[in-house]
């Protein structure tokens, strides 16, 4: 039970996503603010789930569930509408409560209901974690995973060298990495030269018509995005205006246009460079030292026309796995495209039950442990506490 000074309310659901929002509204106060703003013919007493009104005055807002979780501790469940929201907390704001943000209260309320911090801190990462298999490779480190590691080496502190658990937790950290992108998502650029069929890439794997595609050199300018879920990350795919010289001079508009995919190339998990495999003009190779890049060769149905081998013989399908030709428009080769992705980032076969951590502050520790020269006693103790 949260132990609270003052009464807070807090929307728990993300807004304009769902058709049912859930509004927590805890604290001393919380009973008597209640009563004010909720009608209904039943009592409401600790684990009751009660059907009601929320109504200002003789004005009803909405129809709602309310549901007490503690004496002062109630949950109400009223429709997602972003309006409708807005006008139940402004009621519970005018009689004393105090809108603060979601994190923060679950991030309390979690810390008095769970054992362990980290409990506690899986619990509310799981809240927005992109994919099932993010959820699970959170709920793994509540009993087992990170967990269970830092307590067996606690258990044998004084008989492990610190070297080795060192290397333990740098081995952590690196899969952590990897972890992060099955639990919050990655976001991949498509980039490349104009009309090299990037936003043609970009609808086939949105599976419509999402972004103009024309013969015209110049045709995206601001960026625009689709999400798919490439089993088990969830994937924002960014298509971007077309990199080129010679565009970047003509216009103030192109040379911004031109301006934000450079800065997306800086700020994201992998490049999509798309050329088109059919130009007689070569395009140099993104230049990106801290990102992956996929070369993708795309046209390839347009290789017999134009006389060259077909894309099975052709040099780009070698053994080289950064670098693949399909076909945007054909539907050919997406994937192969979407199994190098998975590959590139390290995804396939993740071992879910392993431990990894998901907090800065989790890495921070383990980061701390590998920096120091004594016994890591009281830094692995920090990760439960
Ligand atoms: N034959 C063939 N044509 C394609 C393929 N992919 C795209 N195209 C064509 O190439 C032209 C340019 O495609 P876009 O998707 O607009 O190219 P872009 O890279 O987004 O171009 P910009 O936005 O100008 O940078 C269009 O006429 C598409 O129909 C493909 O796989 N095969
Ligand atoms: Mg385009």
Avoid at 44 to 49: E, H, L, N, P, R
Avoid at 86 to 101: M, N
Avoid at 194 to 220: F, H, M, R, Y
Avoid at 299 to 307: A, E, I, P, R
Wanted: proline share 3%; charged share 25%.
């Amino acid at each position: 039970m949260m132990l609270m000074k003052k009464t807070e309310v807090a929307i728990l659901t993300v807004r304009g996503m769902s058709a049912i929002a859930s509004v927590a509204l805890a604290g001393p106060d919380s009973h008597e603010i209640l009563k004010k703003v909720f009608r209904t013919g039943q009592g409401i007493a600790k684990g009751s789930v009660v059907h009601g009104w929320i109504v200002d005055g003789g004005r009803i807002i909405d129809e709602v569930v309310v549901g007490c979780e503690e004496d002062n501790e109630f949950m109400i469940h009223c429709h997602g509408n972003p309006l409708l929201l807005d006008q139940i907390v402004k009621r519970l704001q005018f009689y004393g409560a105090a809108l603060v943000d979601a994190d923060a209260f679950l991030s309390r309320k979690y810390r008095c209901d769970s054992s362990s911090v980290i409990e506690a801190e899986a619990k509310l990462a799981m809240r927005k974690s992109a994919t099932l298999a993010g959820a699970k490779i959170l709920q793994s480190q509540i009993n087992g995973g990170l967990s269970a590691w830092a307590q067996g080496v606690l258990g044998n502190i004084g008989t492990v060298a610190t070297k080795e658990i060192q290397e333990q937790c740098e081995d952590i950290l690196r899969r952590s990495q990897i972890a992060k992108r099955i639990i919050e998502g990655v976001r991949i650029v498509i980039a490349g030269p104009p009309n090299s069929g990037k936003s043609t890439l970009l609808n086939c794997l949105a599976g419509q018509e999402q972004v103009i595609v024309s013969d015209t050199a110049g045709t995206t300018r601001d960026w625009v995005s689709v999400t798919c879920l490439i089993d088990p990350i969830r994937v924002e795919f960014i298509d971007t205006a077309g990199l080129d010289d010679e565009l970047a001079c003509k216009d103030d508009i192109e040379r911004a246009a031109q301006g934000i995919t450079n800065e997306l190339l800086e700020s994201c998990d992998l490049i999509l460079y798309v050329r088109d495999i059919s130009a007689d003009s070569y395009w140099p190779a993104v230049d990106s030292t801290h990102t992956p890049v996929l070369s993708v060769y795309n046209k390839c149905d347009l290789l017999q026309k134009c006389g060259k081998p077909a894309a099975s013989e052709h040099q780009f399908q070698a053994s080289d796995s950064r670098t693949i030709s399909i076909s945007a428009k054909n539907n050919i080769g997406i994937d192969l495209l979407s199994r190098s992705i998975l590959d590139i980032l390290d995804v396939c076969d993740f071992d879910m039950n392993r431990p990894v951590a998901f907090t800065q502050r989790q890495c921070a520790i383990l980061s701390a442990i590998t920096k120091t020269d004594s016994i890591p006693e009281e830094l692995l103790s920090n990760l439960f506490f």
